[in-house]
Every structure is written in C-alpha cells, then in structure tokens.
C-alpha cells in the first residue's frame, strides 16, 4: 500500500517565526511532490510543487525534497496568522500508471499573534 | 485567472437516488479527476479521465459510479444509487500538458440523508 505520511499537528508557532512541516512517502520512484493548503471548508489550493532533490523556494516557502530518505518538506518563513491552515502533502503514485495523486492526511499549522 | 468551477455548491439527496455533480475544468486541461473528503478525513483519489477514457480508478470508484465528459467542457460524476456512506465533499480537479499539477475546484458537498 502506498502511502503518504505526515503528522497531524497542531503545529503551532508565533506569529514571524518559521513554520516547518514534514511529509515522508513509501513509493520510492514517485516523481512528482506536491504541497496544498486547505482552509477549514474549503478546497486544496496548490502552493508548490517540487521534481528533483534539493531546495525549491517561491516568496516564504521553501520545498525541500530528499529522494533518497523519500521525504518532503515544506518551509514557511515569516509566519502569519493568515498561514494557520492544514497543509496536504501529496505526491504522484507510479503504480503502473501515474495519473493521480496520493494525499497525506494534513498537519494543521495554527500562527499565533 | 483560470479556475474549476463545480455545481452544485451544496447537494442534498435520498438514500437510493441517483446524483450528478458537475464540474468545468480549466480551458485547455487535459486531465480531470474526482477525489473526495469525508469531514475530518483525508483527501481520497477517486478517479482520473484522460483523453476521453479512465485512467485510473480507485477501490472506492466501484459500478456505482461513473463518469463522463459529454462535451468540449463538462466532466461530470454520477452515483447511481446514493448510500449514507457517500455523504462527502466531492472535488473535481484538473490538470495541464503532462497532468503533474492538478487544481481543484471549491467542491460539491453531498449529504445523503
């Protein structure tokens, strides 16, 4: 069974320190890595994505891919109150075909002013 | 900017109905899936739809369910029977060339009472 890994949380840090959420997979040729907010009701919003080893940063986020310990990592700098949300971690499954993803169950991160 | 679009926003049905829930992709998108989310549960892959046929399917997606493109923008997903079980906020998400990335509409929350 293919899985994706990721602690429920709460995560909870002040408000400008940087939050740090984790996200380990089982498929190790999986390609394709994925991080989403979902606000509570509302859908999965796709904030980066990630396809080889190393760092990947887009304004206070940083993606960190380490495909040899088949774990992600997504940084937010800066935290604001705004960010609390639960971020998915999702990665593209090659199970004899690679068309859908695989969602973790979310580590809810809660910033605090 | 482009965006999935579903409808209805809320839906509400009898046990033993038959539901179809609608869903836009994105223009020029050439991968279109369904995925669910039982409240408090993780996002669940249903299925995918490429190049006018089903790519994957997963153990949940059984006859009960269908799905179809009837023209050059809709995808649609129908439960033929609804069962309480089914009580879920269904997503619609599409993809571009390559279908790595996929973005999701703001969901179809089904209750079936």
């Known amino acids: 069974q293919k899985e994706v890994e990721q602690n429920s949380g709460p995560l909870s840090v002040p408000e400008g320190a940087i939050a740090s959420l984790n996200c380990t997979y089982s498929d190790r040729v999986s390609q394709s890595f994925f991080w989403y907010r979902q606000y509570s009701g509302k859908s999965p919003e796709l904030i980066m994505s990630i396809y080889s080893n190393g760092d990947k940063e887009d304004g206070r986020f940083t993606a960190q891919l380490n495909k040899a310990s088949q774990y992600v990592s997504l940084l937010i700098r800066d935290s604001q109150p705004s960010d609390s949300a639960t971020y998915l971690c999702a990665v593209r499954a090659f199970s004899g075909g690679y068309n859908k993803l695989i969602f973790g169950a979310g580590t809810r991160l809660a910033v605090h002013p | 900017e482009p965006e999935v679009t579903q409808t209805p926003s809320h839906q509400v049905t009898q046990m033993g109905q038959e539901v179809i829930l609608r869903c836009v992709p994105i223009?020029?998108?050439?991968?279109f899936y369904w995925y669910r989310q039982i409240l408090g549960q993780k996002v669940e892959f249903l299925v995918s739809?490429?190049?006018?046929?089903?790519?994957?399917k997963s153990e949940i997606f059984d006859d009960q369910f269908s799905v179809e493109r009837p023209d050059g923008s809709n995808f649609t997903l129908k439960i033929r029977s609804t069962k309480l079980e089914d009580s879920a906020m269904y997503f619609c998400?599409?993809?571009?060339?390559?279908?790595?990335?996929?973005?999701f509409g703001q969901g179809t929350r089904l209750t079936v009472v």
């Open positions: 739809f490429y190049n006018n046929e089903i790519s994957e």
């Open positions: 998400a599409s993809g571009g060339q390559g279908g790595t990335e996929a973005f």
């Open positions: 223009s020029n998108h050439l991968y």
